[in-house]
């Protein structure tokens, strides 16, 4: 037997020895403290063991551990000891700096927009509106900061944490920063020449993220990066209900499609080239 690793969360080993066993590996836990080993049986598999084992420490949370347990989970007595750390460490774990950044830069804007009213922020913020602003660059980006209800900031808050944190955690910082800025100008672009400079928010970057992380994810299935199928299409009927107006609210449904297919492509270039960790 060899040891792989130790780590602190005995439950975590558990889930990961879990799902090895659905890969024909076979682990062994062993209490050691407060850590909790992990040792493999047979040595010929440590090549594979270290490689999912990286994949794992990326997002443990993820469903494909769970369902691992669910279907060989051991019921072995162990004690297992949950780490307290939780509210917003716990969030800003799955999350990296431009994840942050972002979120806190739309927040602030937000204030901005109640104390002082939306048209002096837009003022400052909107997208360009003449080739008079076209050198003043912010503006190509700055409009993905614009949120115009608490609901309309809080659904691409929650995607963007949830998505572009996964994303940023596994392709890294310059990656989501490119697909970022990549769908919030073109976005914006294609959503003015249908609405002018009256819009704003997040929904843009979000479309990408979802066509990028479903199609990643559908590419490489070992990936931490994952969107559920039925998530997908949630979000595709989204888009079509903007369409036909359904719900009676305003929506950048341009915006919505130019970001969804910034995100296909560049999740097809990436899959095809392997860019990025």
Not at 15 to 36: C, N, S
């Amino acid at each position: 037997m060899i040891r792989v690793t130790a780590l602190s969360n005995p439950r975590l080993a558990q889930a990961f020895i879990d799902y090895m066993k659905t890969q024909g590996v076979t682990l062994e836990l062993v209490q050691q403290g407060q850590a909790a080993e992990l040792w493999l049986k047979d040595e010929d598999q440590l090549a594979q063991t270290e490689q999912a084992l990286e994949i794992f420490l990326l997002d443990p949370m993820h469903p494909r551990y769970l369902a691992a347990s669910w279907r060989t989970g051991s019921t072995a007595n162990h004690e297992f000891r949950y780490a307290t750390g939780g509210g917003f460490s716990g969030l800003r774990a799955k999350a990296g700096p431009l994840t942050l950044v972002l979120t806190a830069a739309c927040v602030l804007v937000f204030i901005l927009m109640a104390l002082l009213g939306d048209d002096q922020v837009m003022y400052w913020l909107a997208y360009p509106a003449g080739p008079e602003q076209y050198v003043q660059v912010w503006r190509w980006f700055s409009h993905v900061l614009l949120h115009f209800s608490l609901l309309h900031i809080l659904f691409n808050l929650m995607w963007w944490w949830y998505l572009g944190g996964a994303m940023e955690k596994f392709r890294g910082t310059g990656r989501l920063l490119l697909l970022t800025v990549l769908s919030a100008v073109l976005s914006g672009v294609v959503q003015y020449h249908f609405s002018g400079v009256f819009f704003g928010g997040l929904s843009g970057v979000v479309y990408a993220l979802m066509g990028y992380v479903w199609w990643y994810g559908e590419q490489h299935p070992d990936s931490p990066l994952n969107l559920p199928r039925g998530l997908i299409i949630f979000a595709l009927l989204w888009l079509i209900a903007g369409y036909f107006d359904i719900f009676g609210i305003a929506i950048a449904n341009a915006a919505h499609v130019a970001g969804l297919v910034v995100g296909l492509l560049m999740a097809f270039w990436d899959s095809r080239h392997r860019v990025g960790r």
